[in-house]
């Protein structure tokens, strides 16, 4: 087991813990261990749970006033390890039960499928799931704020592709040169 100091080394360089807490490695590396006192499912995105007891709290003093509360770490799309709270899974699960519909209008405001299919067609994709892919990820480089209303970028390019083949005939995209 690492020291404090070293868990905190790891939390400010660049890299999969950056930016969390330091206890974060640390319950991911009792969750690589089978450690984790139970896990629970976003979609496909596993979240591991850990009740905090006194030795926690002994190595993490800022989990002192938390000892018999629940941390949950998770891996998003790009590899990168965060601390998940009770509130954040209810959303995420709110989010994963979310309309298509709903999905594609937090996203592209009032422009229409057939709009979006014509540009993405002009600016030369192929793939519809591509298309919809590059214009989640820009948009969210755009408005960062968007990123925090759900958990996982496939999600949403799952829920937006569902609504184009809902409300877009496959030949009216094969005529713009698209592919599913």
Known sequence: MRHYDE??????????????EPYVPYFYDMAMEGAQDDVSFVGDMQIDWFRIDSED???FPELEDEVGDWVGIAEDYQGFIFEVDEREVEKAMKDY?????EVWGRFTGDQSVDEFMKVAADQGYTNV?????????????????????????????????EFVLEVMPREDLRD?????
């Open 176 to 180: 713009l040169g698209l592919s599913i």
């Open 57 to 59: 709290a002994r190595m």
């Open 97 to 101: 039960r979310e309309p298509p519909v």
């Open 7 to 20: 868990y905190v080394d790891i939390v400010e360089r660049p890299g999969k813990f950056e930016g969390e």
């Open 129 to 161: 799931r591509e298309a919809i892919h590059d214009y989640v990820l820009d948009i969210i480089e755009r408005e960062p704020e968007l990123a925090d209303r759900f958990v996982d970028v496939e999600h949403v390019v799952d829920k937006m592709e």
